[in-house]
């Protein structure tokens, strides 16, 4: 099997001669594994919210437009990206956009262009492309993706559509999709990659939508009863930073590490995350209550 490394370290106590120096835990994770596939927290369109994990995407006012949301890391050549409109309005003309992106949404500032075309596509290293409105409407499903030749592709009823060319493929990738016209909220069901022996799929798989919570950019907490036994954040072949974010809030530091050696909680997330779940949110290992020296 092949050995992935988790990107979580254990944390170090300067003040304890005995504690365990800063180093990565090895993890095995599957490989058939894609890592976790959200939309990007803080780069969200002004009429945008996040909810459930960073799956769904719904405008929080009756616009066609600031509906732009990003992935929470660079998608795979070949990486088929699976949405479901949840709810659209018949108010507006045009429908969803979808397509890709060489510029981090963490370098984005905020606030937003209003849409991805033209505002976005017009300049370099942003492509997209507008699906149809009969494609668009709620309940239903697509995949879009880019191919090795650079073209997007967008499969629709079983059907794929080439429709557009040119995608620079010396970079790496972000999906960006912008929930426009008369969509009004999207679910992101996550992606596969088909190679040669296996498919590949991203991780955590959505559950059903049971919780009312929602966040946008501006950082509040998000529920994570919805993360299962097998989650993990894998590093792959993605460089992931040095400084780990609170995989609750995201937003602060993780500065807790937990029993199973996943360092993935500030100390705001820790204790409500114990009092409510009383799990690892990432391998749902059972935690202990947060001592006093874990909590300087």
């Known amino acids: 099997m092949t050995r992935f490394i988790c990107n979580f370290k254990m944390a170090r106590d300067s003040k304890n001669k005995n504690?365990?120096?800063?180093?990565?835990?090895?993890?095995?994770?599957?490989?058939r594994c894609l890592g976790p596939l959200t939309f990007h927290r803080q780069a969200v369109g002004e009429k945008v919210r996040l909810s459930h994990g960073g799956?769904?995407?719904?405008?929080?006012?009756?616009?066609?437009?600031?509906?732009?949301?990003?992935?929470?890391?660079p998608v795979k050549v070949q990486e088929k990206i699976r949405l479901r409109v949840k709810r659209d309005s018949t108010n507006w003309e045009g429908a969803l956009r979808v397509g890709f992106t060489t510029v981090p949404p963490s370098a984005r500032s905020l606030p937003l262009p209003c849409l991805a075309i033209p505002n976005l596509t017009d300049k370099p290293g942003h492509w997209a492309v507008p699906v149809n409105e009969l494609y668009c409407q709620a309940g239903s499903e697509l995949e879009f993706w880019v191919s090795d030749g650079g073209n997007i592709y967008v499969d629709v009823s079983n059907r794929q559509y080439k429709w557009l060319t040119g995608v620079d493929l010396?970079?790496?990738?972000?999906?960006?999709?912008?929930?426009?016209?008369?969509?009004?909220?999207?679910?992101?069901?996550?992606?596969?990659?088909?190679?040669?022996?296996?498919?590949?799929?991203?991780?955590?798989?959505?559950?059903?939508?049971?919780?009312?919570?929602?966040y946008s950019h501006f950082g509040s907490v998000p529920d994570?009863?919805?993360?299962?036994?097998?989650?993990?954040i894998s590093r792959l072949d993605m460089k992931m930073p040095e400084d780990i974010t609170c995989v609750v809030c995201m937003v602060q530091e993780a500065r807790i590490t937990l029993p199973c050696g996943h360092r993935c909680?500030?100390?705001?997330?820790?204790?409500?995350?114990?009092?409510?779940?009383g799990?690892?949110?990432?391998?749902?290992?059972?935690?202990r209550a947060p001592s006093a020296e874990e909590l300087v």
């Open 279 to 287: 799990t690892c949110p990432l391998c749902r290992h059972k935690i």
């Open 19 to 31: 504690s365990v120096l800063q180093s990565e835990v090895s993890h095995r994770c599957s490989p």
């Open 170 to 214: 010396s970079q790496p990738l972000w999906a960006m999709i912008d929930v426009y016209g008369q969509t009004s909220s999207i679910l992101l069901l996550g992606s596969e990659k088909k190679d040669l022996f296996c498919t590949k799929r991203s991780c955590p798989a959505p559950e059903p939508l049971t919780s009312p919570d929602a």
């Open 55 to 73: 799956q769904l995407a719904e405008k929080t006012e009756n616009t066609f437009k600031n509906g732009l949301v990003f992935s929470n890391r």
């Open 265 to 277: 909680l500030c100390k705001d997330c820790n204790s409500r995350v114990f009092q409510e779940f």
């Open 224 to 232: 994570i009863s919805d993360f299962r036994c097998d989650d993990c």
